[in-house]
């Protein structure tokens, strides 16, 4: 059964160590990947999701999670919202944050 892409004759699935090579091109980047453990929530989420396809690919973006889930400002394209409890943790720690800080100029007589 053919498994290559419709528009090239590259095959849609990748091999883990493929992967892996990609992972760690990332890496040399630091200030664009996410936290180990914002990583690790996410691909456990990703794990567990239906949309996963070949335990690599999301449905609803194309992309491959292990390199999706790298960036720290990618996020979740799931149509009911987020899957990657790593980044609903995030949101509310930052919410929290904003909640604590002072808003706006207090007028003094
Ligand atoms: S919908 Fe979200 S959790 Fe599911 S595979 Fe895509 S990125 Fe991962």
Redesign the pocket.
């Known amino acids: 059964m053919r498994t290559g892409c419709k528009g090239c004759t590259e095959d849609v699935k990748l091999t883990m160590e493929q992967i892996a090579r990609m992972v760690s091109k990332l890496d040399r980047f630091p200030e664009t990947c996410a936290e180990e453990e914002v990583y690790a929530t996410?691909l456990a989420?990703?794990r567990?999701?239906?949309?996963?396809q070949y335990g690599t690919t999301?449905?609803?973006?194309g992309?491959i999670?292990q390199l999706?889930?790298k960036l720290r400002d990618k996020t979740?394209?799931?149509p009911g919202g987020?899957?990657?409890v790593g980044d609903r943790l995030e949101a509310n720690r930052i919410a929290s944050e904003a909640q604590k800080e002072p808003r706006g100029c207090t007028p003094r007589g």
């Not at 567990?48 to 996963?52: I, K, M, Q, T």
């Open positions: 996410r989420a990703c567990a999701c239906p949309s996963l999301c449905a609803h973006c992309c999670v999706r889930a979740c394209p799931a987020s899957r990657w």
